[in-house]
């Protein structure tokens, strides 16, 4: 599922009585398309008239980026909220995610059974479960190898590196064809993207299945011409 403002309020509320005696006062929620963070507590710093640095201006966002469990998303909001405890109240801690961190994760986690860990960012495994799911066009080449195996590469929409990579790859005495294809289907998300000589080496029926819908375009080596 994907978060939305009003569901992370609404839990946010929750947590916040369950787990902080409804302590917290409420802040504004964004959502961000990061891919860098699942969530991130944000505020600004100032020196008080006493030389202290006080934070304020505390904003919460979540990245809506990947498609993660709702107990994902509700432990990216409990652990944001965490260290928006800790921000607001001025409490020290031996650094981002130390002692005093740690403490209250971990009691959190065995007084409400919750996974909370002291990682921003989307695991590996959660990463290939969830991978990007936006829409977006992209040019894929097919690649037929004598040796019977299937390679595939996303490149980028620019006709030059398009040409370059169709000409080269396709004079690869090991390459029988190379095809082109337009696609928005968001298995492709998953492969980099560039014009760098390469091939990621996939089951053919796989990556034909993604490319059933896709607009198949015709290249005679100088130009590409689309078929739709
Ligand atoms: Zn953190």
């Known amino acids: ?10 839990k946010f509320e929750e947590f916040n009585r369950q787990m902080f005696a409804g302590k917290l006062p409420k ?12 969530g991130q507590c944000a505020f600004k710093k100032r020196l008080t008239v006493f030389g202290k640095v006080k934070l304020y201006d505390f904003r919460m ?3 809506t980026r990947f498609d993660l469990t709702e107990r994902e998303i509700e432990d990216t909001i409990i652990h944001e909220m965490i260290h928006y405890y800790i921000g607001v109240n001025n409490l020290k801690d031996t650094s981002a995610h130390g002692q005093l961190f740690r403490q209250m994760m971990n009691s959190i986690n065995e007084r409400y059974g919750r996974s909370l860990t002291i990682s921003h960012k989307i695991t590996k495994q959660q ?6 799911t936006r829409q977006r066009w992209h040019v894929v080449a097919v690649i037929d190898f ?6 595939i590469k996303v490149l980028p929409r620019i006709v030059q590196r398009i040409l370059n990579y169709y000409n080269k790859v396709g ?3 090991e390459v029988a064809a190379i095809r082109l294809y337009m696609s928005n289907d968001i298995f492709f ?3 980099p ?3 760098a000589l390469t091939a990621t080496f996939v089951e053919r029926e796989t990556a034909m299945s993604h490319l059933a819908d896709a607009e198949k375009l015709q290249c005679d080596g100088k130009r590409i011409i689309r078929t739709k």
């Open 1 to 10: 599922m994907k978060a939305t403002v009003e569901y992370i309020e609404k």
């Open 61 to 63: 966002r979540i990245s």
């Open 127 to 132: 990463k290939e479960e969830a991978h990007d």
């Open 146 to 151: 004598k040796n019977g195996k299937t390679g």
């Open 27 to 38: 802040l504004p929620i964004e959502l961000s398309n990061a891919k860098t963070f699942l």
């Open 189 to 191: 998300n998953r492969y």
């Open 171 to 173: 004079a690869v005495s």
């Open 193 to 195: 993207n560039s014009g």
